[in-house]
Nanobody, 122 residues
Framework: QVQLVESGGGLVQAGGSLRLSCAASGRTYVMGWFRQAPGKEREFVAVITTRDGITAYADSVKGRFTISRDNAKTTVYLQMNSLKPEDTAVYLC??????????????????WGQGTQVTVSS
């Protein structure tokens, strides 16, 4: 069983930046972030393979968000720049230890964090 602990959410003005962190209690194959706004489905944001650092991003965040991992390969970061009001959501860290690769589907992820709120004001 892997536990995920997120930190770094908050309130920021449009155009600002935030950095999210997610620490895993064990080894994983892929870690990353989804987000869920009120009344909307959970959507893919970005993921990274912990071994090789290969990344995948949603089109809506490409060029603005950067996902990375630490040398121990148990913590991932999401650097969010040029934030927009439509980025407002609960951001959830996720991970899997299976062979699904850089999946964008929530059903392929075994572990989820509790979520951290990101609010971008206009």
């Amino acid at each position: 069983q892997v536990q995920l602990v997120e930190s770094g959410g908050g309130l920021v003005q449009a155009g600002g930046s935030l950095r999210l962190s997610c620490a895993a209690s064990g080894r994983t194959y892929v870690m990353g972030w989804f987000r869920q706004a009120p009344g909307k489905e959970r959507e893919f944001v970005a993921v990274i393979t912990t071994r090789d650092g290969i990344t995948a991003y949603a089109d809506s965040v490409k060029g603005r968000f950067t996902i990375s991992r630490d040398n121990a390969k148990t913590t991932v970061y999401l650097q969010m720049n040029s934030l927009k009001p439509e980025d407002t959501a609960v951001y959830l860290c996720t991970a899997h230890t299976t062979g699904w690769g850089l999946s964008t589907r929530t059903t392929n992820y075994e572990y989820w964090g509790q979520g951290t709120q990101v609010t971008v004001s206009s």
